[in-house]
């Protein structure tokens, strides 16, 4: 069956980094668009990075930009998040995403993960 695992959260303090993964397995991973998503206690779930399923492009609201990184490793059916300089405001559940992509366009809803707590504090 479909399965994204995710790993890696942990509690940091501000300033610190922390490294996401997202194991994949049922489905062909390297035919999907990988996604991180957020939510927070009282806002909206947020994407924070998306990275293509072709050509590896990347894309970051304003919010990360700068600080966050996604990359994928089809070999090994998984992606990552690395996020440095951390926040308070980063503390969230983080879900992994994976969403097929068929010429170019979405051709299926999304695939989700259980999430993973991040808590930056001091």
């Known amino acids: 069956q479909v399965q994204l695992v995710e790993s890696g959260g942990d509690l940091v303090q501000p300033g610190g980094s922390l490294r996401l993964s997202c194991a994949a397995s049922g489905f062909t991973f390297s035919s999907y668009a990988m996604s991180w998503y957020r939510h927070a206690p009282g806002k909206e779930r947020e994407l924070v990075a998306i990275?293509?399923?072709?050509?590896?492009?990347?894309n970051y609201p304003e919010s990360v930009k700068g600080r966050f990184t996604i990359s994928r490793d089809n070999a090994k059916n998984t992606a990552y998040l690395q996020m440095n300089s951390l926040k308070p405001e980063d503390t969230a559940v983080y879900y992994c995403?994976?969403?097929?992509?068929?010429?170019?366009?979405?051709?299926?809803?999304?695939?989700w993960g259980q999430g993973t707590q991040v808590t930056v504090s001091s």
């Open positions: 990275i293509s399923s072709t050509d590896g492009s990347t």
């Open positions: 995403s994976a969403r097929l992509v068929v010429n170019g366009k979405y051709f299926s809803d999304p695939y």
